[in-house]
């Protein structure tokens, strides 16, 4: 099997964020990036595949050449190959611009492929778009938010949530798959890995090589203001007979908290 995996480089979600006011952006300086933990899932995922199915991992980013670094993870992970798609623009949480950017690359330099796998979203936007606008812009079929996966021959089945219930869906290949937490156990680096992931050039792909102009690429998303949310207030403890804090709860939820 031919498998694509894409990851993007996304905060640690353990950092603290401060925001830019002036251009409504993140400032990335002093921040650590990690590899979006879904798309860690979707790793995972192709190479158990290639274990059991033989074949090739390639892992792809869209982002500046600091991606590189979830790239190497991604490596020492046990993928076969890494490619990079430059794209020094800061996060715009616009969607279809980076499918559109995918789409382009999987057509003008990656055709030949059995998968193309994704996290189900990441937690730099949280969108979950691009899986989605990806298999529609290459008419593909797609499953997402997916716990189980099995490849057989020229299909796939795969188990996804939905709302109280897990649908099974049954699709040809090839296709696109988004990765939910509890598709897999992500494995960890190994030291071989590391030191072999080191050694390997990573190929950088420019916009320009992908023949995608200024228009096609311009951010239709606008962000107009960006804060962090509030501070979360101390509760309120309710004191009384049953009655007394019945009355007292209700005065707050009316008046206060305005839900009823």
Known sequence: MNIFVF?????????????????NSIVEEGLNFIISPNDEYAV?????????????????????????????????????????????LKETYDGLRIAKMIAKAVEKKFSNFDLLLFG??????????????????????????????EIEGKSGTASREIEGASEK????????????KGLNEPRYETLKGIMAAKKKTIPVVSLEELGLVSDEVSPRVEVIKMETPAARQAGKIITGTPDEAAKQLASLLRNEAKVI
Do not use: W
């Not at 937690?123 to 812009?137: H, I, K, R, T, Y």
């Open 44 to 88: 995972e995922e192709a190479l158990r595949l290639r274990e059991a199915k033989g074949g090739q991992v390639t892992v792809l980013s869209v982002g500046p050449e600091g991606a590189a670094v979830i790239l190497k993870k991604c490596l020492a992970m046990g993928a076969d190959e890494a490619v990079l798609i430059k794209d020094d």
């Open 169 to 180: 869906v049954v699709f040809s290949l090839p296709a696109v798959v988004s990765a939910q």
């Open 7 to 23: 990851v993007k480089r996304v905060p640690d979600t353990e950092s603290k964020i401060r925001i830019h006011h002036e251009t």
């Open 120 to 149: 189900r979203q990441s937690v730099g936007a949280d969108n979950s778009q691009v899986p989605s606008m990806v298999a529609e812009l290459l008419g593909l079929p797609q499953a997402n938010v997916v716990t189980k996966l």
